[in-house]
């Protein structure tokens, strides 16, 4: 398995060592710390939306100083989602699109989502994370 980045990493740690229920609310606490897009985004939603997720899920990526730095735009309805786009924009922003890349597509069940997520939503945390690696690689 590849090795996670250092940020990422640790938020796998903290996750792995929660149980039950206590992974849900830590999630949500992700989910609370996602901040809105920047409003330059507004009017590209129409090619950045990933449609393989339920909820609406729309990601924007800025290539700087050799690294990537992700922006979401999940509405509030839709709090797992948002957790796990938190999770992904502090553990990936600003790495190079290789780290990026080499990230597990399913790094999520070494913290134990598939225990307290259902299969689908798991489907769609997948999505973004290979729309992420896109992005990076488009830059």
């Known amino acids: 398995m590849s090795e996670l980045p250092e940020k990422l990493a640790e938020i796998v740690a903290d996750f792995s060592i929660c149980q039950g229920q206590e992974k849900l609310e830590y999630l949500l606490q992700f989910a609370e710390s996602l901040p809105p897009a920047p ?33 979401f735009d999940i ?11 938190a999770i992904l924009r502090q553990g990936l922003n600003g ?13 999520y069940l070494q913290m134990g989502l598939q225990h307290v997520i259902t299969g689908q ?3 769609g945390m997948g999505a973004i994370l290979r729309y992420m690696k896109q992005l990076a690689a488009a830059g």
Request: hydrophobic share 35%; proline share 12%; charged share 25%.
């Open 39 to 71: 409003e330059k985004y507004a009017d590209r939603r129409d090619t950045h939306q990933v449609h393989e997720c339920m909820s609406p899920v729309w990601i924007y990526a800025e290539h700087e100083n050799g690294g990537v730095v992700y922006h």
């Open 75 to 85: 509405p509030p309805e839709a709090p797992t989602v948002r957790g796990f786009a």
């Open 95 to 107: 790495l190079p699109p290789a780290d990026i890349q080499a990230v597990p597509n399913e790094f």
């Open 121 to 123: 939503r798991l489907n």
